[in-house]
């Protein structure tokens, strides 16, 4: 990295070395193709003279996931523009390097091989977004490039309603929420931690909750966010004093409900306007079994 170049974009500079186009190479440096200075960066840092910026194979090159059985796929909602699948607990959305098998996407695209290509295309495929991997539920993605972009469209303009049920530890009585923005921390940015001082620190996220019954010391929350943060959901109630159930990063040494395998996080329903005919659309994904059963021992009523 040379002074002249100091302050361009990291995105900017490899488009201009390899010749791809910037969506292409914002892509790989978010599927970790690119480290500055060893480490991963954002597509948008700013790079300082002296750094070192290096990338694995052709930019240019299409880069697409290994069509496989993967996860199991069930198809929650099907049409010519977009569909909805059912993402099992335990399984990555996406594989994070070429070749990789066993994600979510790679049944998707040997299912619907049209949506290869669509959207950021790489080894997201026509995700219009991701789910954690310790996370079950809706998984909504585009099998066109026009209605990728009307879906990106919507989420960021807030038209998309994101509902999720959390079983919870500790009793809770009333709606509750949490606006603190959230920064990354630990090794490899692995947990969120909330910014209480400097907002300006964090990122911007906005989650809200309502008790559906409680029983045994755990609670069954709705949980709807106007923000989609990497853990965003997790970090807020444990910021709020109520871990998610399960989780293996963020209740630590608290018991898990008799049962319970798994983290009691689940994608319930997606709301939002048809990206080609804008009329309003409520998808949801059933309970799975293992939350299902934890429920009924602990007393907590499920007619969902």
């Keep these: 990295m040379t002074p002249e170049e100091a302050g361009l974009r ?21 599927e970790g193709g690119a480290r500055v200075d060893g480490r991963r960066a954002a597509p948008g840092l700013a790079l300082r003279a002296g750094q070192s910026v290096r990338w694995e194979g052709d930019p240019g090159a299409a880069v697409a996931p290994v069509p496989g059985p993967g996860a199991d796929l ?84 807030g038209e998309v309603r994101k509902t999720y049920l959390a079983l ?14 959230l920064r990354h921390s630990g090794p490899r940015g ?13 990122f911007p996220a906005r989650t809200a909750w309502r008790p559906l019954g409680s029983g045994a010391g ?43 395998g798994r983290l009691f996080l689940h994608a319930w329903r997606l709301a939002f306007p048809h990206p080609a005919t804008g009329a309003p659309l409520r998808l949801e994904s059933p309970l799975p079994d293992e939350p299902r059963r934890c429920l009924e021992a602990l007393g907590i009523p499920w007619r969902g």
Excluded at 10 to 28: K, P, S, V
Excluded at 85 to 106: F, M, Q
Excluded at 116 to 129: M, Q
């Design 218 to 260: 755990f609670t069954l929350l709705e949980v709807e966010i106007e923000t989609g943060l990497t853990h965003q959901i997790r970090a807020h109630l444990l910021a709020a004093g109520h871990p998610v159930a399960g989780d293996p990063l963020y209740a630590v040494g608290l018991p898990s409900p008799p049962g319970l």
């Design 168 to 181: 919870v530890h500790g009793e809770v009585d009333r709606p509750g929420g949490s606006a603190l923005p």
């Design 190 to 202: 692995a947990r969120m931690v909330p910014v209480r001082g400097d907002r300006h620190r964090g």
């Design 10 to 30: 990291l995105d900017a500079w490899l488009a201009a070395r390899t010749g791809a186009t910037r969506r292409r190479i914002a892509a790989l440096v978010r």
């Design 74 to 157: 069930t198809v929650l909602y099907s049409d010519a523009e977009i569909l909805a699948v059912d993402k099992p607990a335990g399984v990555p959305t996406h594989p994070r390097s070429p070749g990789e098998g066993g994600t979510v996407v790679n049944a998707l695209v040997a299912r619907f091989p049209e949506v290869v290509g669509v959207g950021d295309g790489g080894l997201c495929p026509g995700l219009a977004h991701r789910l954690d991997r310790e996370t079950s539920g809706l998984l909504l993605a585009a099998r066109t490039p026009p209605a990728w972009e009307a879906l990106r469209r919507a989420f960021a303009s």
